[in-house]
Nanobody, 124 residues
Framework: QVQLVESGGGLVQAGGSLRLSCAAS????????MGWFRQAPGKEREFVAG????????YYGDSVKGRFTIYRDNAKKTVYLQMNSLKPEDTAVYYC?????????????????WGQGTQVTVSS
C-alpha cells in the first residue's frame, strides 16, 4: 500500500511558476507509475501528467504540454510537477496518484492510490 502527501500548492500570478511535490510512503514506490490530476470546481478530474516506474516514459495532458514537467526521485520516494507559465485556467486542486501497473498512463481508473490534494490558484 502507498500513502501520498502533496505539497507546494499556493497562490501565484499568471506567468509564474510552482513546483508540486508528492511524498510517498511504502517500500515499493519505485514500482509504481505516478500521475498528477487536477479538479476545478464544477469540473471532472483531469489528467495532467504521468510518469512510468523508472521515469522512462512520461505523458502530458494537451493543456499543459510544453509548460509542465513531471519527474521523480525514487531514492526520495517523491514525484514532482514543475509548472511554468501558469494560467488562470490552471487553477484547481492538484492530486497525486499511484498506478500499481507501473505505467503512469493518462487513464484515471488505472490509479489505485490518491493523495488529499493541494490547491493551486493562479491570479490574472
Amino acid at each position: 500500500q502507498v500513502q501520498l502527501v502533496e505539497s507546494g500548492g499556493g497562490l501565484v500570478q499568471a506567468g509564474g511558476s510552482l513546483r508540486l511535490s508528492c511524498a510517498a510512503s511504502g517500500r515499493t514506490f519505485s514500482l509504481y507509475g505516478m500521475g498528477w490530476f487536477r479538479q476545478a470546481p464544477g469540473k471532472e478530474r483531469e489528467f495532467v501528467a504521468g510518469i512510468s516506474w523508472n521515469g522512462g516514459s512520461s505523458y502530458y495532458g494537451d493543456s499543459v504540454k510544453g509548460r509542465f514537467t513531471i519527474y521523480r526521485d525514487n531514492a526520495k520516494k517523491t514525484v514532482y510537477l514543475q509548472m511554468n507559465s501558469l494560467k488562470p485556467e490552471d487553477t484547481a486542486v492538484y492530486y497525486c496518484a499511484a498506478d500499481s501497473g507501473g505505467l503512469g498512463v493518462p487513464i484515471l481508473d488505472q490509479y489505485n492510490y490518491w493523495g488529499q490534494g493541494t490547491q493551486v490558484t493562479v491570479s490574472s
